[in-house]
């Protein structure tokens, strides 16, 4: 299958690092979280998979929707909450909930536009089968 896109990030000192995209757009110092002993006032590894996967998600949201000709009464909206939790054997896990407000929109039918948009979501194809990924829509 050939790339569409790709783009490459390099680290240097981990959670306690520096990020920067080859192209020197995304440039950014990340530290462990505060609630896990980390320095306040920075980003960290789980808020950049929660930004990206909100994003990628409600970009696939809107593809859906397009395709099916639904105009909801405002933009949609994905809030991602990411968890980082011990999977009892020394190591982690990541947990996910995509909180999902589709304006004007009967939640029945943005239940159907929500699991359709997780079908075609890059994040959620890559993630399904390997973390809990909870689908939410909400008003």
Known sequence: MEAL???T????GGRNGKVRSEDGVLELEVRTPKELGGKEGYTNPEQ?????????????LNLIMNREKVKPASPSTVKATVALKSNGAGGFVLGVVLAVNIPGIEKAQA????EKAHVVCP????TRGNIEV??????
């Not at 990030?9 to 240097?12: E, K, N, Q, R, S």
């Open 123 to 126: 994040y959620s194809n890559a």
């Open 134 to 139: 909870q689908l939410e829509v909400i008003e």
């Open 48 to 60: 950049l998979f929660a930004a990206g996967y909100a994003a990628c998600f409600d970009s696939a």
């Open 5 to 7: 896109y790709q783009t």
């Open 9 to 12: 990030v390099a680290v240097t």
């Open 111 to 114: 239940q159907e536009l929500v």
